[in-house]
């Protein structure tokens, strides 16, 4: 019961600090998050990456193979330092505040647009996965129905998300931060001196190689690694704070003070994990690792902890629902005629980014109820990640081949996608990857990106030589 009660009060804080910030959104461009210090850049882009897989996700890789859960987090700090070193400052010199306006800026207009509708669909399908971590949250540490988790807690973000925008994720990221890292040392803290011995036991209890950080397997770590470079480069709720940073130099050292941020929080989890394997090791299910190692603990000190599980999902949601708000507003609405004649008008640029980003958390909702329970929906999270790392690689061509065709890379772009679905249902089927069981629908996806960009293109400008000596001729 006093865990529930901390949980609601954190969640009206939450509230109440979003609707406070509504006062300090008065444009479109605050609410999109243009101009933040570097505080505000942080715990906004910090937040997106450390959500509820940080946590409970890499907790239950602890559970199965050790400290080398810590990985997921790892492989995205080494990420958003790829990001810092190769492409924050070019990115912010841009001046958008969307991955499909620079997209837009090296390949053409009618890829920003395509590019936009590509990652609105990664966003949901994120946004989905986060809101039925939240139905898990509330089923399995508050003992409630998911149904009511989700509806309770997908309004509550939606709520300050809405109102507050880019402020709004700012201003309650820094509590969620501090909550966040705060909880999860109380939590290793307190269930490693309730084994006897503390460490000592952990390390002579469990097999060496749950010290290795190769234990869970270098396809594993590899795999990783690859999503992560390349999505931390387009990522847009992760990087719409860099994007909308002040200055260039505000966009390179938020990203690797993000980057520091992120990367030890997934040894903490892991450990966690490792600690309920040595309590609990005959668990059905590993996912269930934090959850049970958390109700050993005292009401209170179990409902901080709680509490902080809770912010890490909370502090990804919102940047989420509201990169979608952002990408369909400057991406598809003013680029085409639907908004054309209102460009001008920040009051309705404003009313249809807060409108469109009500509908994507909606959507969000909706979809996590339908979803619950369902492998489909992880399906779309790994889907959706392989679109992410496809669109790096066709903007990576764009950015630094002159010969790039504008045509050739939205049809990249849409038979990426074609590709991705056929890889998962392929597997949902058969029950393996089609080709070979390592080759997943990443890879697929990435060497169509890139295949068909590099041939497609060459093929058209061929096409556009000759076109262009028959006229001469002419």
Partial sequence: MIQIIIALLYIMLTILIGVYTKKKTKSSKIFDGIGLGTLMCVVAGAGEWLGGTSTTGVSEYGYEYGISGAW???????????????FAKLYRSLETPTVPGIVGKYIGQKSRIISSALQIFCMVA???????????????????????????????????????????????????????????????????????????????????????????????????MIASLLGACVAQAGLQPILGSKDTKTAVKSSYIIALVVGPFGFLSALLGMIAKVQFPDLANAKLALPTLLMTLNPISGGLVMASIMAAVLSTASPIFLSCGTLFTRDIYLETRLG?????????????????????????????????????????????????????????????????????????????????????????VVGQYPIHPDFSETYAAVITAFVVTVVGSLIMNRKKRKICERENHS
């Avoid at 987090?73 to 990001?83: Q, R, V």
């Avoid at 986060?130 to 709520?159: D, K, R, Y």
């Avoid at 994720?169 to 803290?189: D, E, K, Q, R, S």
């Fill in 126 to 224: 994120v946004g989905t996965s986060q809101m039925i971590a939240i139905g898990t949250l509330g089923e399995t540490l508050f003992h409630i129905n998911f149904v009511i988790s989700i509806l309770l807690m997908g309004a509550g973000i939606l709520l300050y998300t809405v109102f507050g925008g880019m402020i709004a994720v700012g201003y309650t990221n820094i509590m969620h931060m501090v909550v966040m890292y705060g909880g999860i040392i109380l939590a290793v803290i307190l269930c490693l001196s309730g084994i006897d011995g503390g460490f000592a036991t952990l390390k002579s209890t469990l097999p060496d190689s749950y010290f290795s950080m190769t234990g869970i397997g270098m396809p594993k770590v590899s795999s990783w």
């Fill in 72 to 86: 997921y987090t790892l492989a995205n700090s080494i990420g958003i330092c790829f990001l810092a070193i190769f």
């Fill in 340 to 428: 054309k004649e209102k460009k001008s008008d920040d009051r309705h640029i404003l009313k249809i980014s807060r409108l469109v980003t009500f509908c994507a958390g909606a959507l969000c909702v909706l979809l996590a109820l339908c979803y619950y329970n369902s492998q489909r929906a992880l399906d779309i999270v790994y889907f959706a990640y392989s679109v992410r790392g496809s669109l790096f690689i066709i903007l990576l061509l764009g950015i630094y081949w002159k010969k790039i065709s504008q045509a050739a890379a939205n049809i990249a772009m849409i038979l990426t996608g074609l590709v991705g679905i056929v890889w998962i249902v392929y597997k949902g």
